[in-house]
């Protein structure tokens, strides 16, 4: 995926917002949140400012491709969009900037032009976990289906061990909480975002 501006990504979005039933009140909530420029992470996928739109997008995408390719059955045909998009949105108030000047490291919001900039992780979020936290968010904008739910609670798949028996049952229940970690990993480890 080409890395975008914070314009070009708001662009792309409203493009597919509709299709979902996104509204402009949510639209803002994101930018101010700063859905369209933060990080997915401090070092592994997407660890540049705008990565954390750039995997949602690609896990929305591999999701709905996936979902087309495979004939894979969903409550919802917004639900690909939704997970995808979503599912990650637990790191909206987990990373800052960080700058590196002269070998000083330095948190904050400011810019300092010429300098390394990279992100670490923000000891102020209010909420811990992952799938949970981003439940949490997206829910105080849209009624979510149970499968939604289990799809983006679960979407981490093996890689959270404690929850392996729950993850399991999910899987049991609705086979979309497998695709979404697949489409996951596909957007992380095959297209590198």
Not at 36 to 54: N, R
Not at 57 to 72: G, Q, R, S, W, Y
Not at 88 to 104: P, Q, R
Not at 142 to 152: D, G, Q, S, Y
Request: proline share 2%.
């Amino acid at each position: 995926m080409k890395i975008m501006n914070q314009k070009n990504r708001i662009e792309l979005f409203k493009k597919t917002m509709n299709k979902a039933g996104i509204n402009e009140d949510f639209l803002q909530w994101l930018i101010d949140e700063g859905f369209f420029t933060a990080p997915a992470s401090t070092k592994y996928h997407g660890a540049y400012e705008g990565g954390l739109f750039d995997h949602s997008f690609a896990v929305a995408e591999t999701l709905i491709d996936m979902t087309e390719k495979m004939n894979i059955e969903w409550k919802h045909s917004r639900s690909p969009f939704i997970v995808g998009m979503f599912h990650d949105l637990c790191k909206l108030d987990s990373y800052e900037k960080i700058i590196d000047v002269e070998g000083v490291t330095m948190f904050g919001s400011d810019e300092i032009k010429g300098e390394q900039a990279h992100f670490g992780y923000r000891n102020d979020s209010l909420f811990p976990g992952h799938g949970d936290k981003s439940i949490m968010k997206l829910a105080a904008w849209m009624h979510l289906t149970e499968e939604e739910i289990l799809c983006i609670r679960y979407h981490m798949g093996a890689y959270e061990r404690d929850a392996w028996d729950y993850y399991d049952r999910a899987i049991k229940k609705y086979q979309t909480v497998l695709w979404t970690h697949t489409a996951d990993m596909v957007a992380s480890k095959v297209k590198g975002v």
